[in-house]
């Protein structure tokens, strides 16, 4: 049956029930159920079959990118393994945090049992999300990695590294997610912008949009670290409000990125309207308008999107919401992405 882009979404097991298998298709999403080290509220695992379901009800036209249908976004299957794994490591990790709040020794043998068990399994994912993605870039699509926790895409930016020296992450995000090891957990949601800068050489630059909610030791790291270019949303708002424009402020993020750009974007980087049901809300944030503005001024720049995540995304159960405006944001980040390498 022929596609119809204005017809009712059907839905068949693709991101907006897209007809384009991931051979065919020029972007492929990898999505990954994992929320293991999630450190206030649980259900980022959910993340991926909310957006997809909640997906085919959007409309296809992108007044950025003409024809977006034809774009060719492909969607592989989510992993009922991966999930099923989540839930289970998610009761252990539940134990070590619980320990730890009541003051637990962090080295008696209940929590260090537990912590070698998540820490192995962290491992074990972040190697299947680096071999499935290399495997697609070698075919030459354009990866991007739908969460879960913000851990899951360590694998993903591994594999870009290794085929794009110098490159560039724009990071937009509630957190700086540069603590060590946070609660123990090698490969922390919390963690996942360290473990990059600390585990991946070929990262040459890390901006941070919309960061507000980080330890004095993070933010201490970020403002000394040479590859790290943080625009916290206290400093954006104190510009905005001194009459600095949204334009010349997205100017001034993307003079600091190197040609080679990853996006990773955590849905709370966004004002807490968009994802209230996130794992980690905080007040403020960029609007969901602003960051549409800011990565299609990445994309027109003459920069390179080569892959991106989209993670933090949790259902909630009153509702949609979170997954209708994760939907579109994971349009927009496959058109751009896109559109930035077809210029």
Not at 1 to 22: C, D, K, R, S
Not at 306 to 322: K, N, S, T
Request: hydrophobic share 35%; with cysteine.
């Amino acid at each position: 049956m022929e596609f119809n882009p204005n017809g009712v979404g059907q839905p068949n097991g693709n991101y907006f029930a897209l007809p384009y298998p991931p051979e065919e298709s020029n972007v492929v999403l990898l999505s990954v159920p994992w929320d293991v080290t999630t450190s206030y509220a649980p259900g980022t695992a959910d993340g991926p079959e909310a957006i997809l379901n909640a997906s085919p009800q959007l409309d296809l036209y992108d007044p950025f990118v003409k024809d977006a249908w034809k774009v060719g976004i492909g969607t592989l299957p989510i992993s009922d393994e991966w999930r099923s794994k989540s839930a289970e490591l998610r009761e252990l990790a539940e134990e070590v945090i619980e320990r730890l709040e009541n003051g637990e020794d962090e080295n008696s043998p209940a929590i260090t049992k537990n912590l070698s068990t998540i820490n192995s399994a962290s491992e074990q994912l972040n190697d299947y999300v680096y071999l499935t993605a290399k495997e697609w870039i070698e075919k030459g699509k354009i990866v991007g990695v739908v969460g879960g926790e913000h851990s899951v895409p360590f694998g993903l930016i591994k594999a870009l590294s290794e085929k794009h020296e110098g490159l560039g992450i724009l990071h937009i995000d509630a957190h700086c997610d540069l603590r060590v090891a946070y609660e123990g957990f090698t490969y922390s949601h919390a963690s996942i912008m360290y473990n990059v800068l600390d585990k991946i050489p070929a990262v040459d630059r890390l901006v941070q949009v919309a960061v507000r909610d980080f330890s004095e030791e993070e933010i201490s790291f970020a403002m000394n670290h040479p590859k790290i270019v943080p625009f916290t949303d206290f400093e954006l708002s104190e510009e905005k409000f001194q009459g600095m424009s949204w334009h010349d402020q997205c100017e001034q993020m993307i003079e600091q990125l190197p040609n080679k750009v990853y996006v990773s974007f955590d849905i709370d980087g966004l004002t807490p309207d968009c994802c209230p049901n996130t794992g980690t809300p905080v007040p403020g944030g960029i609007t969901f308008q602003e960051a549409i503005y800011l990565l299609k001024l990445v994309a027109e720049s003459g920069k390179t999107i080569v892959g991106f995540d989209l993670v933090e995304v949790a259902p909630g159960e009153a509702g949609e919401w979170d997954a209708n405006v994760g939907a579109r944001m994971l349009y927009k980040l496959c058109n751009l992405a896109y559109k930035s390498n077809n210029q």
